[in-house]
């Protein structure tokens, strides 16, 4: 047993015990020939504009192939890179990951949607976090404005005051923003008149079944949001979307886009393209079949 346990296992063990320091200890010491042999890897779940049922932008997720382990999802190593800030770094990798194939779709010709990246709280102490990500937008020849940062909702709350800055820096350099798991935590309505955010994304606790959506009250809150995000001028997405009822839902409520298994898992960027540019450049409307790998 080398302590990194199977997914499984892992839920098992306390936070504090010997069980768990073993396998943070295990991919901390992992964690840096893993970047240097490239066992990171970008998936992309894509989103779905709900008006037409078609690839309008994707989400980057990093995924880590363990060549012991197999794949491990990032549940598991995050929190961890999180903790020691190694996390800057791995975003970054991600980040460049996104650009370098955004360079080459628009290179063949292709009409590139926007993609989003997973901005981790650790970036934030740093007044210049953003510089290294317009390098790498400078390196690629990428415009800011096919890039978009994912925040969650719990930092913004956390940085009440100090974060709508970053979010005004972000839009001066070209990129867009948008609030993570909004609905996860004790979010207020209050944060979308404070922070000028792009886009929401309704988080997936909403859509759980037998959860807050399957009764009246869950609606309410849900048509609530999506019609004073319309009036803020902010984009909605629903995560975790799972059922082509829910599909059906959303598109009624006036939700602009849906992420989730239903229509596409993530999957790696070879299989994005032949999903979001197929050869003859028309996309088939999603059918509800669940394409992807996870
Ligand atoms: P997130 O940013 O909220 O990403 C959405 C998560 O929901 C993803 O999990 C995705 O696979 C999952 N998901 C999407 N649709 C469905 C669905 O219909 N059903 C279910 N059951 N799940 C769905 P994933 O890829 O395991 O990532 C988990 C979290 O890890 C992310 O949540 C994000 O907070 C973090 N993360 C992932 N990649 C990165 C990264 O590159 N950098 C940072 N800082 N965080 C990352
Ligand atoms: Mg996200
Ligand atoms: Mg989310
Ligand atoms: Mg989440």
């Given at each position: 047993?080398?302590g990194?346990?199977s997914?499984?296992?892992?839920?098992?063990?306390?936070d504090?015990?010997?069980?768990?320091?073993?396998?943070?200890?295990?991919i901390?010491?992992?964690?840096e020939?893993?970047?240097?042999?490239?066992?990171?890897?970008?998936?992309?779940?894509?989103?779905?504009?709900?008006?037409?049922?078609?690839?309008?932008?994707?989400?980057?997720?990093?995924?880590?192939?363990?060549p012991?382990?197999?794949?491990l999802?990032?549940?598991?190593?995050?929190?961890?890179?999180?903790?020691?800030?190694?996390?800057?770094?791995?975003?970054?990798y991600?980040?460049?990951?996104?650009?370098?194939?955004?360079?080459r779709?628009l290179n063949?010709?292709?009409?590139?949607t926007?993609?989003?990246v997973n901005?981790?709280?650790?970036?934030?102490?740093d007044p210049d976090?953003?510089?290294?990500?317009?390098?790498?937008?400078?390196?690629?020849?990428?415009?800011?404005?096919?890039?978009?940062?994912?925040?969650?909702?719990?930092?913004?709350?956390?940085?009440?005051?100090?974060?709508?800055?970053?979010?005004?820096?972000?839009?001066?350099?070209?990129?867009t923003c948008?609030m993570?798991?909004?609905g996860?935590?004790y979010?207020?309505?209050n944060?979308l008149?404070?922070?000028?955010?792009?886009?929401?994304?309704?988080?997936?606790?909403?859509?759980?079944?037998?959860?807050?959506?399957d009764?009246?009250?869950?609606?309410?809150v849900?048509?609530?949001?999506?019609?004073l995000?319309?009036?803020?001028?902010?984009?909605?997405?629903a995560?975790?979307i799972?059922?082509?009822?829910?599909v059906d839902?959303?598109k009624?409520?006036?939700?602009?886009?849906?992420?989730?298994?239903?229509?596409?898992?993530?999957?790696?960027?070879?299989?994005?393209?032949?999903?979001?540019?197929?050869?003859?450049?028309?996309?088939?409307?999603?059918?509800?079949?669940?394409?992807g790998?996870?």
């Amino acid at each position: 047993e080398n302590g990194l346990g199977s997914r499984a296992g892992v839920a098992f063990y306390d936070d504090s015990s010997r069980a768990s320091l073993l396998m943070e200890k295990n991919i901390e010491n992992k964690m840096e020939m893993a970047l240097k042999n490239r066992d990171f890897f970008v998936y992309l779940q894509p989103k779905y504009e709900l008006a037409n049922r078609t690839i309008a932008g994707a989400e980057a997720l990093v995924r880590w192939r363990d060549p012991e382990q197999g794949m491990l999802l990032p549940d598991l190593f995050i929190p961890v890179f999180e903790r020691n800030g190694f996390i800057v770094r791995l975003d970054l990798y991600v980040f460049e990951e996104v650009c370098r194939s955004i360079r080459r779709w628009l290179n063949e010709g292709k009409k590139v949607t926007p993609i989003s990246v997973n901005l981790s709280r650790a970036h934030l102490p740093d007044p210049d976090f953003l510089e290294p990500y317009r390098k790498i937008c400078d390196k690629y020849e990428v415009s800011p404005s096919l890039l978009e940062f994912e925040l969650t909702e719990s930092i913004m709350f956390e940085n009440f005051k100090s974060l709508a800055p970053v979010i005004e820096n972000m839009h001066q350099a070209g990129f867009t923003c948008s609030m993570d798991d909004f609905g996860s935590g004790y979010s207020s309505l209050n944060i979308l008149k404070e922070m000028p955010v792009d886009a929401i994304k309704l988080d997936r606790d909403f859509f759980l079944p037998g959860s807050k959506t399957d009764i009246t009250r869950g609606k309410s809150v849900i048509e609530t949001v999506i019609e004073l995000a319309k009036k803020l001028h902010i984009k909605t997405v629903a995560e975790g979307i799972e059922t082509l009822e829910q599909v059906d839902y959303l598109k009624a409520a006036g939700c602009d886009m849906i992420q989730g298994f239903v229509f596409a898992k993530p999957m790696p960027i070879p299989e994005f393209e032949k999903l979001a540019y197929p050869i003859g450049g028309k996309q088939k409307e999603a059918a509800g079949d669940g394409y992807g790998a996870c």
